[in-house]
């Protein structure tokens, strides 16, 4: 199974509307999905105490990491990086298995010109250094206000492709890092 990260906590977020196309994708795909959305932690995992000892309602969160064949990113670019929500989420994360060996893949989202570049690159770095497998095909999305229609979907079919080709190659590079098979047999 692969567990989808919404990298943000906040309510209604384009991240979350772009994850929704995503988890389409994976599910046209037939490819078993968990989503773990940060606007969905809870409240006590905010609490100092919780370097020391998780909460109990944390334990869905990071089983969800360490259950993962492989983990797909969907963050937002917040004042011209990850937003902080994200990297407490890392941080409240078991170390080092959390993700040590564990393939990754980002996609991000961005009202500005450069689709989130900065914070895909900047949780390239902290995976890699958690010893992570980086999937080397992003998928930027900059300028996401104009590419969601009303109902939050994206309008370009060739962004859609974009999140489709990526999703194949991964599913391709998890299935040959972790020696697994995550589709039905056709």
């Known amino acids: 199974m692969l567990t989808l990260i919404v990298g943000t906590n906040r309510p209604g977020s384009n991240a979350r509307k772009v994850a929704h196309d ?20 809870p409240p006590e995992i905010f609490s100092p105490a919780s370097y020391a000892q998780k909460p109990p309602s944390f334990a ?14 969907v ?15 890392i941080d409240m994360l078991k170390f080092p298995e959390s993700f040590e060996q564990r393939p990754v893949c980002f996609v991000g989202v961005a009202a500005g010109m450069w689709g989130a570049l900065r914070p ?20 930027f999305l900059p300028k996401i206000n104009e590419l969601l229609n009303e109902q939050g979907r994206l309008r370009d079919p060739e962004l859609a492709d974009r999140l489709r080709e990526q999703a194949e190659g991964f599913v391709d590079f998890v299935e040959r890092l972790k020696a697994v098979k995550l589709r039905p047999a056709k």
């Open 60 to 73: 869905r969160f990071s089983e969800g990491v360490l259950q993962a064949e492989g983990l797909i990113v």
């Open 22 to 41: 995503v988890e389409g994708v994976y599910a046209t795909m037939k490819v078993p999905l968990r989503i773990l959305d940060l606007a969905e932690l």
């Open 120 to 139: 895909v690159e900047q949780l390239q770095m902290i995976f890699g250094y958690r010893n992570a497998y980086l999937y080397p095909e992003r998928v």
């Open 75 to 89: 963050t937002p670019e917040y004042n011209g990086g990850l937003p902080g929500v994200f990297k407490y989420f």
